[in-house]
């Protein structure tokens, strides 16, 4: 199993650029979310997803976009890149039920220039 | 709102020594607990997790945990740390009266194990 795949892995962008980071995973799970991890501060909840077609704000909202067109995709656009959006993100799944553990990717490291 | 604190953002201890890793949360209500480590330039992986039944919960590594309700605690131990270990820890609960986290998850900020030769 491939679990959560997250693309690309390294980038290295320009003040005001945009893209989007990829996130895709194959175990069918309804849940999705996006974190980012900065030093001293843990993880933060960006956006997160309920099922297809649903999505909804975490903690730190500002600045990205997210859509969830299928199960198993859940792309995050940075709309316009600023230097405070430097970060490593995380992008997780689980299962239904509180009891379901988040499952990781492997993260993509972006810094902003 | 839920919380979740983690003593120590570094804990530093010898090969061979006891791992303790603290972890309280703030819950009228016991939710469910996990511990997940991040080795260097990795994602997060599952340790551990409480759900319901036995308080002692063991997991992967030779670790394990244990909830204490009376202590709203949920301590992860190591009888015996390896070089390997070496890595961040997270605390996190989840549950209906999670009302930290939007998705109904809420994180500690993490320990950094050191572990000496």
């Known amino acids: 199993n491939a679990g959560v795949t997250q693309t690309p892995k390294f980038q290295v962008l320009k003040t005001g650029q945009s893209m989007t980071l990829q996130c895709a995973q194959d175990?069918?799970?309804?849940?999705m979310s996006w974190y980012r991890q900065d030093p001293g501060m843990g993880l933060r909840l960006i956006h997160y997803?309920?099922?297809?077609?649903?999505?909804d704000q975490g903690e730190v909202p500002n600045g990205y976009n997210v859509s969830r067109s299928t199960t198993e995709d859940f792309p995050l656009r940075l709309l316009s890149a600023a230097p405070s959006q430097t970060s490593v993100y995380f992008c997780?799944?689980?299962?239904?039920?509180?009891?379901?553990?988040?499952?990781f990717g492997d993260g993509t490291r972006l810094s902003i220039l | 709102a839920q919380s979740v604190t983690q003593l120590g953002s570094h804990v530093s201890v010898s090969e061979g020594a006891l791992v303790l890793l603290r972890c309280n949360y703030s819950?009228?209500?016991?939710?469910?607990l996990f511990w997940y480590v991040q080795y260097p330039n990795q994602g997060l992986q599952l340790l551990l997790k409480?759900?319901?039944?036995?308080?002692l919960v063991k997991g992967i590594n030779g670790f394990e945990a244990e909830f204490k309700k009376s202590e709203t605690s949920f301590h992860l131990t190591k009888p015996s740390a390896h070089m390997s270990d070496a890595a961040e820890y997270f605390c996190?609960?989840?549950?209906?009266?999670?009302?930290?986290?939007?998705?109904?998850?809420?994180f500690g900020k993490g320990t950094h194990l050191i572990i000496q030769p």
């Open positions: 997780a799944s689980r299962g239904t039920g509180w009891s379901q553990p988040q499952h």
């Open positions: 175990m069918n799970h309804e849940y």
């Open positions: 997803s309920v099922g297809a077609g649903i999505t």
């Open positions: 819950s009228s209500v016991p939710p469910y």
């Open positions: 409480y759900t319901t039944g036995a308080t």
């Open positions: 996190a609960v989840s549950g209906v009266y999670s009302g930290g986290g939007a998705d109904g998850l809420t």
